[in-house]
């Protein structure tokens, strides 16, 4: 049990960990990189895992698919009031792809079913039909925290962690109900991109209204 929790740890803070570690390192200069490095040594871990969701394809679809479109229209509303918004090319193409694609293999395709193993998964409540287990409210607790590792402690990085803390209540709940994390991950880019469209938009009105 003791274990799992801890993998469950380093995994959240993998990035700051492979971060710490680059600065330490003769090749400390690729620090720019970091999110390249951590995106390769999490790739590299999957195999080690033997229970995931990563490469599985979604069961119960005909009943997830409805409630995915559902989602869908909820992340591209409240992607309006994230308050993302990164600046330049690099940070905004790995906003949208990489961060979501390896936060998904950690958050819901390796620690969801980790957790799995250490608590009774059973079903607290429904959300849309969603079973909303012990699992999936921990999981969404660590990938709320694992954003401290991006952001200072600010008003606005609390307001990151709830945002994250609910979406990731979603995420894993439809990842539980389809057992892959095919749909979390395009929730996830979905609710990325459209944060970015949003927060561009809204700097050009600033500059027209100036």
Not at 52 to 63: G, L
Not at 112 to 135: A, D, G, K, R, W
Not at 178 to 199: D, E, G, K, P
Request: glycine share 4%; net charge positive; hydrophobic share 55%.
């Amino acid at each position: 049990m003791y274990l799992m929790l801890g993998i469950s740890l380093l995994l959240t803070f993998s990035y700051k960990l492979v971060e710490m570690c680059l600065r330490i390192t003769p090749i400390s200069k690729i620090g720019k990189y970091t999110v390249f490095v951590w995106a390769l040594f999490i790739l590299i871990d999957v195999p080690f895992f033997n229970d995931n969701y990563i490469f599985k394809m979604p069961i119960q679809y005909e009943q997830a698919l409805p409630i995915f479109g559902f989602l869908i229209l909820v992340y591209i509303v409240s992607s309006r009031f994230s308050g993302y918004n990164p600046i330049g090319k690099y940070n905004i193409v790995n906003f949208i792809i990489t961060y979501p694609i390896v936060e998904e293999i950690i958050f819901r395709g390796l620690i969801l079913p980790n957790l799995e193993q250490v608590f009774v998964s059973s079903e607290n409540i429904q959300i849309l039909y969603m079973p909303v287990t012990t699992p999936v409210i921990v999981s969404a607790i660590l990938f709320a925290i694992c954003h401290l590792q991006y952001y200072k402690l600010s008003a606005q990085s609390i307001r990151f962690i709830i945002n994250a803390f609910l979406g990731g209540i979603l995420l894993g709940a439809i990842t539980v109900m389809t057992q892959s994390i095919l749909f979390a991950l395009i929730l996830h880019i979905v609710f990325n991109s459209f944060s970015v469209i949003f927060a561009k938009r809204m700097s050009e009105n600033a500059v027209r209204n100036s």
